[in-house]
Structures are given as structure tokens and as C-alpha cells.
């Protein structure tokens, strides 16, 4: 075993060791996300009973509904989850840009969409429909987009 | 605090675990990069690009032959940076394409922390090599506050934003309920444990406790390891109920909380008992580089008649394992007795065992046993004065350098 370290520590190290770590304490404790600097913030926020959501839909030629099949759109797309949560705060050309990328993706995978809808919902974790949360409790409509509306 | 905390930091520490930890992070980063999927990424429309921090240099996803030359890049250059090869070039070449890797999935509207731990670990490691200047046994110390920062930040985090609520409400369940809903089948341990108020409550303790306590691994090293197999099993279960993989997060902490050469130097002990007592001889161990130390050895092996001692030079690889890891300041600061049994004497306390291996040295054994306080003082004065006794003697003057002598032997 060699040891390190006889030799005295420079100040240039000794600068650089202090500015990372007040970098990284700093992020830690605001609470600061300049990734890769962040504030680790992992389910920090009490979760309660009531739960909210956006749920996309497609609406087919005959206005027939079915939930958006996120899981079956290319790897590209992962993030779409992430997207529809932050929807309703894009200008509507902003959304029918991203309602537009999500029907091209879904005509590749042989899904055919109208026109995409959006809706909040509201439901109880304690309402169990077996090992399932039970139908949400309330269903509103937010906006349609693709397939020309926005 | 800063004084004592930048003491410990700047402390020199073993090249070997410096070298280990090299090798884990970038071979992690190497592994990472291969097999993390980010060519997949390639083809995502503008439309849902969510760019982070330094990524919002770039208009939209990269192209898929970008990503993958910097992936083929990382790779190698990790590699090379992991067998201690390449310098600055590889080392510098596999954190900066990580970076960009990594932010790659943090550009998809969420921050993603797996990659985080491991890129901010490998800073030190990275800047060692880069500064190249003086002892880098600070790249480990810094690496592991990184690590125990993290999940102690975690932790505050919870407190800041839910407080006790985190603990005490039904928060846990919650999360439980939602993940398992979320998840293509139901999660039956995920639901187990959420229809358990009291479960819940107790592992929702045992996590936040878990992230709060985690500097106590820099105060108390030996705690370490304990606070990597507690990150473990954290991330295992959040895996095996939430479906959120950790993997990377959790072999950072393995990697860089766990002094592995010293587990290595204990398993060769365990496999080997004593190893390098042969018969019932002891080993005693000596500084080669010092004259005064030959010399003194020399009479000892002299009065030695009956062979009952072993000599090895403090500079044999083989005295690592004798010792059991002992710093190395510790090491280089004293002879040492290794006893057939395995029992380690340093300094003055080793008179009284050696005394009594050797013939007549019984009284010398008594008296040295009696007055241990004396017989420390008097191996450190002749310690402290070897060079000066080397011209006495007429041996080679100690080349050691005698402040540091000093320090570890007073």
C-alpha cells in the first residue's frame, strides 16, 4: 500500500475541493436543480388520499375514446408523461404542436386519432376496486388538440 | 467544524483505495453508458424537448450518430480511465461525454437522479488526475461526502417540504397505493406494505432516519459499510415496490463507502491465518529505508539465538497483511511485533512481548510490562533521535523523514 497524501495538499486542490463541495451543499440545502447539481429532492412532497392527474385520450373518427397508449410509442417519447403534465400551461400552439407529435407517433404504431383529448382527474387512493384505485371520482375536460383543434 | 472537517478531507490516505474507487466509477460510467439505451432517445420530436442546465445549448435532441460516437467514446475512454491509464485526455473524455449522456434523459421533462451520485462522485477522482499535484488521498474523502451529502440532503429535503408528516401521516401508503396503480399489474409487496399503516410508518422512519444519519459514516469509518448495505436494501425495495431503478445509485455507495482493499487484506487474513508467521516464529517488522532500524535489528536477530523471530521490512507488500490494513502513518511510524497468535504490538508496547521470545529477556519483559508509560517514552526518545543514533552507530542515516516519526510515535 502507498500511501498519498506526504507530499502537502496544494491550494489549488484545496480551492477546488472547497468550491465543489460548497457547490454541492449549497444545491443540497436550497434546494437548487442546476443539474448535475441538485436538491435530491426524491418524494419530498407528503403525498395524501387525494390524488390529481391528466389523462390523455385519443378519440377516433367516431369520436370513440380510449386511453393514450403511451407505452406503445418509440423510446423517443418517454417523456410524454412528464409532457402532459405540464400541457395545460403551454400556449395552445405549444400543445398542438406536442398533440401533433403524439398522433404522428401513434399512425406509426397502427393507432388512429382523431384528435387527442385532455382531461384532469380527481380520485381517492382509499377507493380500491380490488388490488385497482377505483374510477376517478372527477372528470373534466381541459382541451382537445391534434387533428386540427387545439 | 471546517478546520477539523478540511483536516480529515486533506488527510493522506492509501493510493490503493484511491485506485479501486477509479476503477468502480469509471467502470460504472463505462457500463453505463453501453448499455443506458441513449441512442434510443435519438428521433424525439422538438415538440417534447424539456432541456436541462447545459443542455439548453442544444435546439432539440441530438442526432442518433452523435449520441452514439460520444457513447462509444465514454466507453473506451472510461475504461482506460478505470485500469488508471490515459491521464487527463481519458479521464477528462469519459466525465464530459457521461454528462452529456446522462443529462440526455433529464431533457425528457423530469430530473433523474440515478446518473446524478455517480457523475458527482467522480469529480475528485476526476480533478486528482487533472491537478496531479501533491497526495490525492482527499479524491476518496471528497467522493464520500458527495455520497453521504446526497442522502443526507435527501432527507432534508423530506423535513423541508413535508416535515414529520413524511413519517407520521399516511404519506408512505400513499405513495405505495399510487406507484402500484401506475405499474402495468398490481404490486402486491407495494400493496402489502400500504395496507400496513403501521409497516408503512415504520419503513418510512427507517428511510428518513436512514438519510439523516448518513455522515455519520465520515465521522465513524467503521460505520460505513453498514450505511452502504442499508442504501442497498433502500434501493432494492424501492425497486421491488415502485419499479424505479436505482441500480447505478446504489453500487456508487458500494464503490466508494466501502474500503474494499482493506476487506481484500482481511479476507487474505481470514484464508491465510497470520499469514507470514511461519511455525510459532513472530514476525518483527522494521523500516528498511532506516539505518539506525537495520542496525537495531541486526543485534536483535544476534541475541535471537533461538530463532523465535521473524524479520520483514515494513516495505514488503506481504507486511499489509500482517498489519491487517493499519494506516500508513501509523505503519511507517514504529516497528511493529506480530505475535504467532496474530496479535499486532507497535512502538513501546511491542518491548514486552519481543523481550520474552527472546533469551533472558524475561526481566526486561517484566519491567516493560510494569512501566508501560516509560517504555513507550523510551522508544519514542530513540525513535525521535534515529537519524542522530545512525551516525552514533555508524549505519547509513535514516532516510524517513523524523517530524512525521514523531508525530505518529508521541
Known amino acids: 500500500v502507498e500511501a498519498t497524501g506526504e507530499v502537502a495538499v496544494p491550494r489549488s486542490v484545496r480551492t477546488f475541493v472547497r468550491v465543489f463541495l460548497v457547490a454541492f451543499v449549497v444545491a443540497g440545502l436550497l434546494g437548487i436543480e442546476a443539474w448535475p447539481l441538485t436538491g435530491f429532492r426524491l418524494f419530498a412532497n407528503v403525498r395524501t388520499d387525494r390524488q390529481e392527474a391528466m389523462q390523455a385520450v385519443v378519440v377516433g373518427r367516431d369520436g370513440s375514446e380510449s386511453a393514450l397508449p403511451f407505452w406503445r410509442l418509440p423510446p423517443a417519447y418517454r417523456g410524454s408523461v412528464q409532457v402532459l403534465k405540464g400541457l395545460d400551461g403551454l400556449p395552445a400552439a405549444g400543445r398542438a404542436r406536442v398533440c401533433s407529435a403524439w398522433t404522428d407517433a401513434l399512425g406509426e404504431v397502427g393507432v388512429e386519432a382523431a384528435s387527442i383529448r385532455v382531461y384532469r382527474l380527481s380520485w381517492l387512493l382509499s377507493e380500491r376496486d380490488g388490488d385497482r384505485a377505483a374510477d376517478a371520482r372527477d372528470r373534466e375536460v381541459l382541451f382537445d388538440c391534434g387533428g386540427g383543434s387545439a | 467544524v471546517i478546520a477539523r472537517l478540511e483536516g480529515w478531507v486533506f488527510a493522506p490516505g492509501p493510493r490503493a483505495r484511491l485506485a479501486f474507487v477509479r476503477a468502480g466509477l469509471f467502470g460504472l460510467i463505462a457500463v453505463r453508458a453501453a448499455t443506458g439505451g441513449f441512442a434510443d432517445l435519438a428521433g424525439q420530436p422538438d415538440a417534447l424537448w424539456r432541456p436541462r442546465s447545459f443542455m439548453h445549448l442544444l435546439p432539440s435532441m441530438p442526432p442518433r450518430p452523435v449520441i452514439v460516437g460520444v457513447q462509444v467514446t465514454v466507453v473506451l475512454a472510461a475504461f482506460v480511465a478505470a485500469a488508471g491509464r490515459g491521464g487527463r485526455v481519458a479521464t477528462s473524455l469519459a466525465w464530459v461525454g457521461a454528462a452529456f449522456l446522462f443529462a440526455l434523459p433529464n431533457s425528457l421533462g423530469k430530473v433523474v437522479h440515478n446518473d446524478v451520485l455517480l457523475l458527482l462522485a467522480t469529480v475528485p477522482i476526476v480533478a486528482a488526475t487533472l491537478l496531479r499535484k501533491g497526495g490525492d488521498g482527499w479524491a476518496v474523502r471528497t467522493a464520500m461526502v458527495v455520497v453521504a451529502g446526497a442522502y443526507f440532503f435527501a432527507g432534508v429535503a423530506k423535513l423541508t417540504h413535508a416535515g414529520p408528516a413524511w413519517v407520521l401521516s399516511d404519506n408512505l401508503r400513499w405513495v405505495l397505493y399510487a406507484s402500484s396503480d401506475a405499474q402495468g399489474q398490481a404490486n402486491s409487496l407495494a400493496l402489502f406494505i400500504a395496507d400496513r399503516p403501521m409497516l408503512a410508518h415504520l419503513l418510512a422512519a427507517a428511510t428518513l432516519g436512514l438519510e439523516l444519519a448518513f455522515p455519520l459514516a465520515l465521522i465513524r469509518p467503521r460505520l460505513a459499510p453498514m450505511f452502504a448495505v442499508g442504501a442497498v436494501a433502500l434501493h432494492a425495495g424501492i425497486r421491488a415496490t415502485m419499479g424505479l431503478d436505482y441500480s447505478v445509485q446504489a453500487l456508487v455507495v458500494v464503490v466508494v463507502m466501502v474500503d474494499w482493499p482493506a476487506v481484500a487484506r482481511a479476507a487474505v487474513r481470514v484464508r491465510v491465518p497470520y499469514a507470514g508467521v511461519v511455525g510459532e516464529r513472530a514476525v518483527l517488522l522494521y523500516d528498511e529505508d532506516c539505518g539506525f532500524c537495520r542496525w537495531a535489528m541486526s543485534k536483535l536477530l544476534a541475541w535471537d539465538r533461538r530463532e523465535a523471530l521473524r524479520p520483514m521490512a515494513l516495505q514488503d507488500p506481504e507486511a499489509d497483511v500482517l498489519l491487517d490494513g493499519m494506516p500508513e502513518d501509523r505503519k511507517m511510524g514504529s516497528w511493529h511485533l506480530v505475535t ?71
Not at chain 2, 519514542?380 to 535514516?398: F, M, P, W
Open chain 2, 340 to 410: 504467532a497468535d496474530g496479535a499486532i504490538s507497535s512502538g513501546g508496547d511491542a518491548a514486552a512481548p519481543l523481550a520474552r521470545l527472546l533469551p533472558g529477556g524475561a526481566p526486561i519483559a517484566f519491567v516493560a510490562r510494569t512501566f508501560p508509560g516509560l517504555t513507550r517514552a523510551a522508544y519514542g526518545l530513540v525513535s525521535r533521535n534515529r537519524t542522530r543514533l545512525a551516525g552514533v552507530v555508524g549505519e547509513q542515516a535514516c532516510r524517513v523523514d523524523p517530524k512525521r516519526v514523531r508525530a505518529t510515535t508521541d
